[in-house]
């Protein structure tokens, strides 16, 4: 895109680790081109397992550049938690989508898409 926007990506996991580790890994893997954004949104504030809809929208927020943000999630109740972020309608910003793809392969293939 010539006008400066890019497409955000947020990595939605139950496990801050694992969330973290596929956009290290998507990121890797991306190559170096243009640098994506890609956020992380694991577990909960306090460092659990779970999910968190305020970690989620930070992410958010923090990847928006103007073209969107796509989300990927690992397991239902993160999909859940995305989807009533979503249905909110000013939680997350405009065009914001769940995208619905295996986590890893899918976290690859829209930040190699993306760059």
């Known amino acids: ?11 939605v996991s139950h496990s801050a680790t694992v969330a973290e580790s ?3 890994l998507a990121k890797g893997l991306a190559g170096g081109g243009v640098a994506v954004p890609v956020a992380a949104a694991g ?9 968190s809809a305020e970690l989620v929208s930070a992410a958010a927020a923090s990847v928006d550049r103007g073209a969107g943000v796509a989300v990927l ?13 979503l249905a909110e309608g000013d939680e997350l910003p405009e065009d914001t989508r769940l995208v619905d793809a295996p986590f890893v ?11």
């Open 1 to 11: 895109m010539g006008d400066g926007k890019l497409v955000g990506i947020v990595l």
């Open 22 to 24: 596929v956009a290290e």
């Open 43 to 51: 577990g909960r504030p306090d460092g659990g397992l779970g999910t």
């Open 73 to 85: 999630t690992d397991l239902g109740s993160a999909v859940l938690t995305v989807k009533a972020l």
């Open 105 to 115: 392969e899918g976290a690859v293939a829209a930040v190699v898409t993306a760059a």
